[in-house]
């Protein structure tokens, strides 16, 4: 059979989905220049393919343009078609950059960090998944017969990685039924969320072709496991570390401090972006080391953002291993736009001079909402409609992005949910499942 390699330039938009166009691959440079044609209502379409309350209309013309610094080509050498495609930014046709162009927002947010603080982000994300139609055998969590079972998937993938230039890290069966975590290693600015959206899509290539269906929604069964997105965050300050001071409190930098002072003082109002769907708040509850309040940990699993382990022992300066990870987050969103809000909540925190936080090593279910106030503790919000609410009632969050944005994201989310109404619980899991 004849068949001529094409490949798809794309974007995340507000569903957290990757949509694009494909054309033949001979034609790359040429589309890098003149991009490819896109329509403003798509970024109202919802997971769930219906289309939410679109300013837009019928209206309007856009081209998304492909970047070659995030092109990705995986020859899998067997029977299955090459993987290619390339994420782009999305401009008006006069070459400005849109308002709604998640990759344009995060660009945004790096370079306020950059000009507010001389920082440059490096960092990566952490993913956990489970197989929909395969489930582990019980009794393998975070065994080497539950990575047995998947060894060969685990090998393809790395090596997929490896040629879509991201570095490979470390692959486990993670807690749950069918759950597994992938790790990478990190890169710099917008490719910290490019590298995060290629994995997702590598790992969904690399299922899809065994015949296995992967899912990587927050959670499927209330009583279950979660799945996390840990966004693991460092700075650099003229190529050096610039995130550790182990005289600093929690051995924070001053300006780590700050950044993380900011992401929890806005952190209930920038959930509504870093987890974006109706499951995302079954998961956001106590006693399932994802995160429930706005605290940082030392050590805790239960914290919204966790300073992480630094080794002695290894090979790798104290200085360049010192991160901490965001984890409340999920792949409902958009790795562009979670970062952005994180990052942007984290510039502010800077720019406020706030006070590095006190780190929390106990149960913060246990305090009653007094003693939880008293010491600066926020319940995060319990439902995506609560969540948006502070989001969209918090003017400094909601004069980060673009102007317009917050209320067709409000209105992008307000369409998610209105296709759920009168649903049960576990038939909305069971959407989020199949869509994300
Ligand atoms: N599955 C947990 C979550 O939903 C995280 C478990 C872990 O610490 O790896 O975030
Ligand atoms: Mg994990």
Redesign the pocket.
């Known amino acids: 059979m004849i068949a001529e390699e094409m490949i798809v330039a794309c974007c995340t938009d507000l569903a957290g989905k990757v949509r694009g166009k494909a054309f033949p691959a001979t034609q790359f440079d040429k589309r890098m220049k003149r991009g490819i044609g896109w329509t403003p209502t798509n970024v109202q379409i919802t997971c769930f393919d219906t289309i939410a309350e679109s300013p837009f209309g019928s209206l309007g013309d856009l081209v998304l343009i492909p970047d070659e610094r995030a092109k990705v080509r995986v020859d899998f050498a067997d029977d299955a078609p090459v993987e290619h495609f390339a994420l782009g930014d999305i401009h008006y046709t006069d070459g400005r950059p849109w308002e709604f162009c998640t990759r344009s927002i995060l660009k945004g947010a790096l370079e306020r960090l950059e000009k507010v603080a001389g920082l440059t982000l490096f960092g990566a994300f ?1 993913h ?1 998944f489970q197989f929909r139609n395969h489930a582990t055998p019980l009794g393998d969590a975070y065994s080497l017969n539950g990575f047995r079972a998947e060894r060969r998937l685990a090998q393809t993938l790395v090596a997929a990685m490896r040629a879509a230039g991201l570095e490979p890290d470390t692959f486990m069966k ?3 039924r069918g ?1 597994y ?1 992938v790790t990478m290693g990190p890169s710099r600015g917008v490719a910290i969320a490019d590298h995060s959206t290629i994995l997702r899509e590598l790992v969904r290539s690399v299922s899809g072709a065994s015949g296995k269906e992967v899912t990587f929604t ?2 499927r069964d209330p009583a279950g ?6 966004v693991h965050l460092s700075f650099l300050r003229n190529d050096n570390p610039a995130t550790w001071d182990p005289k600093g409190k929690n051995e924070l930098s001053q300006a780590a401090g700050h950044f993380v002072a900011g992401i929890l003082k806005y952190l209930d109002a920038i959930v509504a972006i870093t987890a974006p769907s109706v499951v995302s708040y079954l ?1 956001l509850t106590p006693h ?4 429930a309040f706005n605290n940082l940990g030392y050590r805790d ?1 239960e914290a919204a953002v966790r300073i992480c382990p630094v080794s002695d022992m290894s090979d790798i300066a104290k200085a360049a291993q010192f991160n901490f990870e965001f ?1 409340a987050a ?1 792949a409902t969103a958009s790795p562009h736009l979670q970062l952005a809000a994180i990052v942007h909540a984290g510039v502010q925190g800077i720019e406020e001079e706030l006070p590095a936080p006190d780190a929390t090593a106990e149960d913060l279910a246990l305090l009653g909402a007094q003693e939880l106030a008293s010491r600066g503790y926020v319940r995060l919000p319990t439902t995506l409609a609560d969540a948006l609410e502070r989001f969209r009632t918090n003017p400094t969050v909601t004069g980060w992005f673009p102007a317009g944005f917050a209320e067709v994201y409000v209105k992008h989310k307000n369409g998610e949910m209105a296709f759920l109404e009168g649903k049960a619980k576990d038939q909305i899991c069971s959407l989020y499942e199949q869509v994300y």
């Not at 496991?225 to 840990?230: Q, T």
């Open positions: 952490e956990e993670e807690f749950g759950q975590e927050p959670i496991v979660g799945n996390g997105v840990h998961r399932r080391w994802s995160a699993r984890r999920d």
